[in-house]
């Protein structure tokens, strides 16, 4: 028998089996549906739940919504609960954030069930859950799909759940005559919560390391906090809530004549922007260890998306014809394209400085992102945008060369690749060429919390030395001695919280030192003894 007959037999005995056991390959595309859209008459009968970001953005984001009518609740900060829902209803092998974003929605609506008496329908039906979605290298792509099947097996089938396209910045995923309107209103409001938040969080890691009252930075942020979601809820002016959140800090005292090494933390977005048991609350840790930290913004991340579309479009204005693709250049005017995000770039900063400047954030700048593309290229190529893409190494260069902190740490999930092969693979020839550099890249897992203590705690100390060595050479440069700067914290003027001096090196004591300003308070040495001695 020939073998082509054989092959058509064997084929047809193989269709035939697969029709009795139902295995037909599909012809159409797999699509995951929302199990139900929010439409505009369930408007009022529904909650909207949200979080994701720090819980200064995600009370303020509760805010802005409240003011265009919606109900809203930001949920807490995933913590080690959370963890347990995630690992219980959701699948194998998922990254960190995935089980403790998970978790912590099953965590809230099953709080809503057992505590609060509500029954399923009532939960499904007026309830819903918006969260970010991505593409790229990274099961961050996979997040709505899992949360889908976590509430259907946790008991919650039907829940809906609505995405926002991270790499479109906010993108409709509800369908038409959807509640939720996209228009310039809400991304207005959005805006100004993310602007605001990062501003809040900038002055806290900047003032509580330094504060004389313990717990009095995290009560004046809550004052502040309280000031600008009742203006954003009740569409209210900003400015005056600006000016008394203003006031509010200044009532911090603070002593900047502390050495203490300043830490940046980079990564994979989640990992690094959480504050809670999700990168073990990290940031405080580093504080109660003796550091100053430096947290990145949203804003930098939404600097980054417009940076991305201006250079996306200028590598296409160079092919030999417009494509047709999602960001294709054909039928469009790539020049107004890119007057348009360079615009947008410049709204955005000024919007940001505008604020900053009322509450009294001064000498922050936000970031550079053709510098850092610029740096990171020779090691990292700009057309690679899985999680922070370039940035990570960007950013560890500039912090070196520019002396911007004494340590950068890389937290991002166990397993996430693209913040892996950047930390694990790049940054190893990035921290040999500057020898200088104190970097350590941290995975997290939801446990070995004392490991990656243990970790931090080691480099920290090297952190330490390079902090207090620019202080001394500040010292040595001026002529002074420790004992004169004991004089500092007793002038208001330097006791303000507000008070910042200009960038010279890392340590924020070294740079108290460098400023001209000093020399407004410069006192012989002997009437500084006999002041330090109650004379």
């Known amino acids: 028998m020939p073998s082509t007959d054989i092959e058509e037999k064997l084929l047809k005995y193989q269709a035939e089996q697969e029709e009795a056991l139902g295995l037909q390959p599909s012809k159409s595309q797999w699509f995951d549906p929302v199990p139900r859209q929010f439409l505009a008459k369930d408007k009022a009968s529904t909650t909207l739940l949200f979080g994701g970001l720090t819980m200064a953005h995600d009370y303020l984001v509760e805010g802005a919504l409240k003011g265009l009518g919606y109900t809203v609740k930001h949920m807490d900060c995933p913590d080690n609960d959370s963890l347990r829902y995630g690992k219980e209803f959701g699948n194998r092998g998922q990254c960190n954030p995935t089980y403790f974003t998970v978790g912590n929605l099953i965590k809230y609506l099953t709080r809503l069930r057992d505590e609060e008496g509500k029954s399923k329908e ?9 969260t970010s979605g991505s593409c790229g290298p990274c099961r961050f792509g996979t997040y709505v799909t899992e949360y889908r099947k976590a509430l259907r097996d946790a008991g919650f089938d039907g829940f809906r759940v609505l995405l926002f396209q991270q790499t479109d910045g906010l993108k409709q995923a509800t369908g038409g005559e959807s509640a939720l309107k996209l228009d310039t209103a809400f991304f207005l409001g959005f805006l100004k919560a993310v602007l605001l938040g990062d501003i809040l969080n900038a002055l806290a890691y900047r003032i509580r390391p330094y504060e004389v009252d ?46 203490k090494p300043k830490v940046s933390i980079i990564g994979e977005f989640w990992a690094m922007t959480t504050e809670g048991d999700g990168n073990y609350q990290l940031q405080r840790f580093l504080e109660s260890e003796g550091a100053e930290v430096e947290v990145q913004s949203v804003t930098a991340w939404i600097l980054f998306l417009i940076w991305a579309g201006r250079f996306d479009t200028m590598k296409r204005m160079n092919l030999r014809e417009a494509d047709s693709g999602k960001h294709g250049l054909k039928g469009k005017n790539p020049h107004m394209r890119l007057r348009m995000l360079a615009l947008a770039d410049r709204v955005l900063r000024v919007m940001f400085q505008m604020y900053a400047n009322a509450i009294g954030l001064r000498h922050y700048h936000l970031p550079d992102m053709n510098e850092i593309a610029r740096v990171a290229h020779d090691h990292y190529n700009n057309h690679l945008r899985g999680g922070e893409g370039h940035m990570e190494v960007g950013k560890l260069i500039l912090n070196v060369k520019k002396r911007k902190v004494n340590m950068t740490i890389s937290v991002k999930p166990f397993g996430c690749m693209p913040s892996s092969g950047v930390s694990d693979g790049v940054q190893s020839l990035i921290t040999e060429k500057y020898p200088d550099a104190i970097f350590l890249p941290i995975e997290t897992t939801g446990d070995g919390a004392i490991n990656v203590y243990s970790r931090v705690q080691m480099m920290l100390f090297k952190a330490k030395q390079a902090a207090q060595k620019e202080f001394d050479e500040a010292l040595k440069s001026k002529g002074y001695t420790e004992e004169n700067t004991k004089l500092l914290p007793t002038r208001s003027k330097f006791s303000r919280s507000l008070q910042t001096s200009r960038h010279f090196v890392a340590c924020t004591a070294a740079n108290l030192i460098y400023d001209k300003r000093w020399a407004l308070v410069k006192l012989p040495l002997w009437r500084s003894k006999k002041e330090l001695q109650g004379v």
């Open 122 to 130: 009532e939960i499904v039906r007026n309830y819903l859950f918006i």
């Open 214 to 259: 313990a717990g009095s930075t995290d009560a004046a942020l809550e004052q502040c906090k309280k000031y600008l979601y009742e203006a954003m809820s009740g569409k209210k002016l900003l400015w005056p809530a600006l000016r008394r959140c203003r006031k509010a800090l200044l009532a911090v005292k603070v002593d900047r004549t502390r050495v």
